[in-house]
Structure formats: structure tokens, C-alpha cells
T-cell receptor
């Protein structure tokens, strides 16, 4: 399972509150990603990281920020949660020397009310 | 128009049937092609990974890529009820900062009934 742990697994929050999701990996991978999954859209890339303090935006980054101060942790923050950010969030890692396939965590189900 | 199009189904087949799942894409920069299987309330699980045109077989699963037509397929032979899941195609460009940055299809919901 590529040693990925996401927390929390479920969260309900109110509109306007900040929320932070955590992705923790145990295998020292440099490459980490946050995706969201919504009906009719598959998975879409939010942000990604190629190492400590090296992050960049993906396809749907508005309203999200990330931080990576340690190799093992990649944090996704919703600065001020909105109902449109209700989704399932997946963290992933990839092995660059093996090509482009990504391996996913179990997901965090976030509901913004 | 989305870069990757996948028929969402749902697709319902009897046990033992051959299943064909398909995706088309528009970005000719895509060089890596993947199929993921996702069970309900679980993360996507990598099923097949290819990077060249042609066929790749793994047990009951065959992935087919036709870059000239921008078309990929996944075939499942002798389908089982345990194959019931959502199947997602994914692809990425090669090189530089493209690794691991996947573009997904919408996913096809497959049910195999006994």
C-alpha cells in the first residue's frame, strides 16, 4: 500500500473554517500529490510536491494550499472551506525512477456544511 | 472538452463474460497509460501500467494502447463478481515535472453478477 496514511479519514466542517488534511508516508518518497475525486470528474490534481519545501499547483488549486516541511508529511489546507470543496481527497506518491504510475492512500471524506 | 473521456457506464455483465473498458484522449503528449481499480470507499489501486502502443497482459487483464488513434482499452476475461468496482483510466506526459501528474477519466462502474 506504499505506506501512505491519510488523516482524518472523515471530517465534517462548517463553511468558512480552515481545514488541514494530512498525508504521511513511511518510505521516504520524494514525489507526493493531492487529488480530489468528485462524481463525473474522476480524480483531479490539486497540488504536488517534489521534495521538502518544493511544491506546485495542479489543475484545481484555487482555495487550497500545501506545505511540506518534512519528507514524510504533505499537508493540504483549505483556507476557508466552501461547500464546493466537499469531496473525497486522496494523497498519492510516485517512484520517479519507475516511471509515472502513482499509488494512492485510502482517502479523506470531507463534508463542508 | 475533457482531455480524457471515459464512458461512465454503469456496465453490468454476467459472471464469465469478457469486459471491455475504453478511454479516448486528446493530448498527444500523453505517453504513460494506467488503469486503476477502485472498490467502494477505498483508494484507487493500480491494475495495469503501459507506456507503448500494443498489448500488455497480466492474468485475466489485458491493456491495449493505440497512440495513433489516441485510444486505450482494458479487457477483463472470465469476469468474476470480485471484479465489481469502478475502473479508472489515467495517463500522463513524460519527462521533467510530468511524472506522477495524472489525468483521469471519469471512471466506469462495473458490476459482475453471479
Amino acid at each position: 500500500d506504499a505506506g501512505i496514511t491519510q488523516s482524518p479519514r472523515h471530517k465534517v466542517t462548517e463553511t468558512g473554517t480552515p481545514v488541514t488534511l494530512r498525508c504521511h508516508q513511511t518510505e521516504n518518497h520524494r514525489y507526493m500529490y493531492w487529488y480530489r475525486q468528485d462524481p463525473g470528474h474522476g480524480l483531479r490534481l490539486i497540488h504536488y510536491s517534489y521534495g521538502v519545501k518544493d511544491t506546485d499547483k495542479g489543475e484545481v488549486s484555487d482555495g487550497y494550499s500545501v506545505s511540506r516541511s518534512k519528507t514524510e508529511d504533505f499537508l493540504l489546507t483549505l483556507e476557508s472551506a466552501t461547500s464546493s470543496q466537499t469531496s473525497v481527497y486522496f494523497c498519492a506518491i510516485s517512484y520517479r525512477d519507475r516511471g509515472s504510475e502513482a499509488f494512492f492512500g485510502q482517502g479523506t471524506r470531507l463534508t463542508v456544511v | 472538452q475533457k482531455e480524457v473521456e471515459q464512458d461512465p457506464g454503469p456496465l453490468s455483465v454476467p459472471e464469465g463474460a469478457i469486459v471491455s473498458l475504453n478511454c479516448t484522449y486528446s493530448n498527444s503528449a500523453f505517453q504513460y497509460f494506467m488503469w486503476y481499480r477502485q472498490y467502494s470507499r477505498k483508494g484507487p489501486e493500480l491494475l495495469m501500467y503501459t507506456y507503448s502502443s500494443g498489448n500488455k497482459e497480466d492474468g485475466r487483464f489485458t491493456a491495449q494502447v493505440d497512440k495513433s488513434s489516441k485510444y486505450i482499452s482494458l479487457f477483463i476475461r472470465d469476469s468474476q463478481p470480485s471484479d465489481s468496482a469502478t475502473y479508472l483510466c489515467a495517463m500522463s506526459a513524460a519527462g521533467g515535472t510530468s511524472y506522477g501528474k495524472l489525468t483521469f477519466g471519469q471512471g466506469t462502474i462495473l458490476t459482475v453478477h453471479p
